[in-house]
Every structure is written in structure tokens, then in C-alpha cells.
């Protein structure tokens, strides 16, 4: 059984920065496509960002080009997403996640202010 634990979130002005952590558990992390997603509320749950299993592909949901990066340490079962000048339209619940998903995490909470 996998577990899936995100963090970073928080409360950011528009035009900030947050940089979220997701760690894994299980050995499967490493030999597995991961992915962002986000789901707004009201709204349904949209990948924002995904990475190979090596790292060495990825690709961004059109919101998110040129502002996010997704990284992943295999080493220490850990994806992250740096996100930067963030506009309030990225308030959502962030969750992390394989490709096809698994399991949900509890997700972390990103509030940009206006």
C-alpha cells in the first residue's frame, strides 16, 4: 500500500511563490510516472504537472507553462512542485499522485491572495 503525503501549502500573495513536497512510501515510487494535480472548489481534479519515473520528461497543463516546475528525488521518494508568480486563479487543493492515480492523499491547501 502506497501513502502519499503532501505539504508546502499555505497562504501567498499574487505574484509569490510556494514550493510543495510530496513524499511517497512504498516501493513502487520509483519505477512510476507521478504527477501534480488540483482540483478548485467546485471543480473537478486536473492534472497540473507530470514527471517519468526517471525525471527526465515532463510535461505542464497550459496554466501552468514557463511558471511551474516538477521534480522528483527517487532517492528520497519525494515530487515536488515549485510554483511561481501565482495568480489567485491557482487557489486549489494540490494533491500528488501516480499515473493513472492511486489512493489520494489529503492533499495541501495553496490560497493565493489578489
Known amino acids: 500500500q502506497v501513502q502519499l503525503v503532501e505539504s508546502g501549502g499555505g497562504l501567498v500573495q499574487a505574484g509569490g511563490s510556494l514550493r510543495l513536497s510530496c513524499a511517497a512510501s512504498?516501493?513502487?515510487?520509483?519505477?512510476?510516472?507521478m504527477a501534480w494535480y488540483r482540483q478548485a472548489p467546485g471543480k473537478g481534479r486536473d492534472v497540473v504537472a507530470r514527471i517519468s519515473w526517471r525525471g527526465g520528461i515532463t510535461n505542464y497543463a497550459d496554466f501552468a507553462k514557463g511558471r511551474f516546475t516538477i521534480s522528483r528525488d527517487n532517492a528520497k521518494n519525494m515530487v515536488y512542485l515549485q510554483m511561481n508568480n501565482l495568480t489567485p486563479e491557482a487557489t486549489s487543493i494540490y494533491y500528488c499522485n501516480f499515473l493513472p492515480f492511486r489512493s489520494w492523499g489529503q492533499g495541501t491547501q495553496v490560497t493565493v491572495s489578489s
Open positions: 512504498g516501493r513502487a515510487f520509483s519505477s512510476a510516472d
